[in-house]
């Protein structure tokens, strides 16, 4: 019998906040990156490009080691990975307000962050989030997921702060140590691998003890649906990312002026959060893949105001809230699809590698919408983004329906947490 929506968030609850602090770690190195640009180029002479690719670095890391970290996570539980990762990362963090003239030390600090936040990736945050809800695991996940915002929106903050007041490197051991105290001590005590329930009889406990349901991994990588996934979410990834780094400089060049430009920007991150937790509620509701291709299919009209309409400030205000709400969709659909898709036996290793495809789409498609706008003509490449985003909605609607509802032991075993 399914527990009631109550049980489900008395139980959960700890697992959310945690995942919920948890997803900063994501943001917060990256969110801060700005302040610092400026000083390091000041102290040790590198033009704004080459500070700036410690920043990809991170994403290939992320790309390269997500996998990888999923069959861990399948194998031994997602705890000792996100513990394990956020030391790496405030630790790699601390060791730059070390760095001398050495740029080879600077990029190496940078990929063991890009190493640490794989460890402890939103995905794997997640992790405890998806295993602990059904009934309304839609929510959870999109409240869990809204911890990278406030971490992206603090991290600057606090970080700028102390180097006006104490100079960069005091403000990346300032850095260090906010991660590390807002995260390590929620984690320690509310983060939790799946154990079994107190005074369960001798039969729930080999429930709790059998493998979670769910297709076998290789039956996972020949179905048409994971890479119908696979395939939108690299696609609206490196679309919304696009967007994230060119958007400002698309304004501009329509005449828009900068300050302004840069508030419809804020303005779309905003949207983002009431995307996430208006997607996360629904999906809970109506078939997810349907609500995904909705949200895959919001940036192409968006494209079109860019490339015909009045470039004027409500108008660019009503394209942000288009982006912004696919943006908060898009990803919380990436754990949500997996679990519902392909089960809970191994998770990990399969939202893992969606993550990988999502952060792939972002490494690549931005650079190249880069390219092509070269000179500051964007009309060719607002056209191919808004072709990507209805190939990435037309994936969606091709994937068929879920398999049969989750049983019964995956959501005692939830109810275990």
Known sequence: MTAAPEDEWRRGRAMVLAAFVGAGLSSAPIYSFGVFAGPLGSEFGWPRAQVIVAQALVSVMI?????????????????????????????AIASLSQLQQSYAAYLFAWTIIGLGIGLAST?????????????????????ALCGSSVGGAMSPALTAAILTHWGWRAAYIGLSVYLLLTIIPIAWFCFRDPKPTVGATQREKRADAAPLPGVELA?????????????????GGGGITSFIVHLVPILTGRGMPPLQAATVVSWMSIAALGGRLASGALMDRVFATRLGAAAMFLPVPACAILLFGRVDYPTCLAVA??????????????????????????????????????TIGSIFLPATIGVLSHGGDYSSALTILAALFAAACLAMLLCTRYPAAEPALVRKQAAAH
């Open 321 to 358: 809230a288009l982006l912004g709400v696919s943006t908060g969709a898009e990803f919380n659909m990436i754990s949500f699809l997996t679990a519902r898709y392909f089960g809970l036996r191994h998770f990990g290793a399969l939202s893992g590698m969606q993550f990988t495809s999502f």
């Open 63 to 91: 790309a390269v080691v997500s996998p990888f970290v999923g069959i861990m996570v399948d194998r031994h539980g997602p705890r000792r990975a996100a513990l394990l990762g956020t030391i790496i990362v405030s630790g």
């Open 123 to 143: 995905m794997v945050w997640l992790r405890g989030v998806t295993t602990s809800f059904t009934t309304h695991r839609g929510l959870a996940l999109s409240v």
């Open 219 to 235: 039956v996972a990588l020949r179905s048409r649906n994971f890479w119908l996934l696979a395939l939108a979410f690299m696609v």
